[in-house]
């Protein structure tokens, strides 16, 4: 899809890039030729990646353990990523999240997420923003929230994420403004389901709920990791340049599916259904 030097010369940062989508991001920015570093708090899960990608891709990368809801865990990780080199690119992709009636919800769930989410994300940015600013320095954000905070629609028994996600589009859309001038941009993607061990084991734990979520999708599939890695490296690439305070949704469709009045039809009609809606032919 790209040509293989178009992430050649740059140095990327993905928070939770041990797993999941992080993963496939790290894993398609090395092959296109980028430096990469991955952040998480599980210092095992961290070295396996570290390894598998390393002979996979022959890529450059290293990881360091970072909680990134603590302000001086990310300077410590960013001053250590810095000795190498500044880096050009940001991708926030750290996150927590599970189902939960929201009555139910604790003081410290609500922090645990929004801890991750939102406070994670503006730890890093804030981070190497002052770094780039001062030293003038170019450079990308990426951030990945989800469709219920783009949609404007938002979403029951998730809501500490629904709530920190909004938060981080807003980030998103303001400094895409505020550090525009100073050469710096900042985007965000939102991707609708796509079948990952930490999101699904959380969000989806019984199979007859995976069938009602594909129902949602105009494409009738889920998204995959490699889709979620594409849209991620163009986005943080030289050639999308002029892309700024923008956040990109990679749904097949649901959000729309799901704000449209009569689109649950395209799942409950049968053929035998809408023979029955067909004007009846005037005799004579
Ligand atoms: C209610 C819960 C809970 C649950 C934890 N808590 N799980 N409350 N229901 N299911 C509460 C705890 O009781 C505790 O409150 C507080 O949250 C912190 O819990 P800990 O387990 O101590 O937190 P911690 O170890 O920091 O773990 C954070 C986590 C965990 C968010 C709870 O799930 C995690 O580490 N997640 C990381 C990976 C992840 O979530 N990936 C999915 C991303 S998918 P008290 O009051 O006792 O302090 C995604 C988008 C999906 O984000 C969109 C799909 C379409
Ligand atoms: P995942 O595998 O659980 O990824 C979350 C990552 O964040 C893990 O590597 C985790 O590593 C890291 N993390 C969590 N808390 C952290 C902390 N305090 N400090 C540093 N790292 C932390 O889930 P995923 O599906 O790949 O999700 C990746 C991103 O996509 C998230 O932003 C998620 O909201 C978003 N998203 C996913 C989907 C989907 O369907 N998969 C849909 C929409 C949006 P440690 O536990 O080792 O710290």
């Not at 140095?11 to 980028?34: C, Q, V």
């Not at 770094?131 to 990945?144: D, G, T």
């Not at 028994?157 to 400094?175: H, I, N």
């Amino acid at each position: 899809m790209f040509a293989s030097d178009l992430l050649q010369g740059k140095r990327a940062l993905i928070t939770g890039g041990g797993t999941g989508l992080g993963k496939a991001m790290a894993r398609r920015y090395l092959e296109l030729g980028a430096s990469v570093y991955i952040c998480g708090r599980r210092e095992h899960v961290l070295q396996s990646t570290c390894n598998e990608l390393a002979s996979a891709t022959g890529g450059e990368i290293h990881a360091y353990s970072c909680d990134v809801r603590e302000v001086a865990a990310v300077e410590e990780c960013i001053a250590r990523i810095w000795n190498d080199g500044p880096l050009d690119i940001l991708v926030n992709n750290a996150a927590g999240n599970f189902l939960a009636r929201t009555e139910d919800l604790s003081a410290g769930a609500w922090q645990a997420v929004i801890g991750i989410v939102l406070m994670g994300t503006i730890n890093m940015t804030t981070c190497c923003g002052r770094r780039w600013l001062a030293e003038k320095k170019s450079a990308v954000v990426l951030n990945i929230v989800a469709t219920y905070a783009s949609s404007g629609s938002g979403s029951g028994y998730v809501v500490p994420s629904a709530v920190s996600k909004a938060g981080v589009q807003a980030l998103t859309r303001s400094l895409a403004v505020e550090w525009g001038s100073r050469g710096i941009r900042m985007n965000a993607i939102a991707p609708g389901p796509i079948p990952t061990e930490g999101a699904f084991s959380r969000l989806l734990p019984k199979k007859e709920l995976e069938r009602l979520a594909i129902d949602r999708i105009p494409l009738r599939r889920f998204g995959t990791p490699e889709e979620l890695a594409n849209l991620a490296a163009f986005l943080v690439s030289d050639g999308a340049a002029y892309i700024n305070g923008e956040i990109v949704t990679m749904d097949g469709g649901e959000w729309l599916q799901g704000a449209g009045e009569f689109n649950y039809l395209g799942y409950t009609m049968t053929d035998v259904d809408w023979e029955k809606f067909k004007p009846t032919k005037k005799k004579g």
